[in-house]
């Protein structure tokens, strides 16, 4: 069983910078593709980004691309997700997910494992 936890949720004004980190329990964190997700109020999950085990495949939404990057530290187990530029529209709970597969996925469904998530609000 692994367990992901996110951090580095909070507060930030328009244009600003957020950095969230996943910190997931098991040996096998390495082999793992790993995503976030989004979820604002009253809208359906959305996908964010995803990377795979080595960290050099990377997939974006395009509504994130450019302002956001996904990175992986496989010593750590670890996954990051930098924000820059952010906007009241990033406004969500982020959800970090593993893929015991070694996919990379924009599909939540393909995702077996999800951590509780964290806010992120973006005030105008």
């Known amino acids: 069983q692994v367990q992901l936890v996110e951090s580095g949720g909070g507060l930030v004004q328009a244009g600003g910078s957020l950095r969230l980190s996943c910190a997931a329990s098991?040996?096998?964190?390495?082999?793992?593709?790993m995503g976030w997700f989004r979820q604002a109020p009253g809208k359906e999950r959305e996908f964010v980004a995803a990377?795979?085990?080595?960290?050099?495949?990377?997939y974006y939404a395009d509504s994130v691309k450019g302002r956001f990057t996904i990175s992986r530290d496989n010593a750590k187990n670890t996954v990051y997700l930098q924000m820059n530029s952010l906007s009241p529209e990033d406004t969500a709970v982020y959800f970090c997910?593993?893929?015991?597969?070694?996919?990379?996925?924009?599909?939540?469904?393909?995702?077996?494992?999800w951590g509780r998530g964290t806010q992120v609000t973006v005030s105008s």
């Open positions: 997910a593993g893929n015991k597969r070694p996919v990379v996925s924009t599909r939540g469904n393909a995702y077996d494992y």
């Open positions: 098991g040996r096998t964190f390495s082999s793992y593709a």
């Open positions: 990377i795979n085990w080595s960290g050099g495949v990377t």
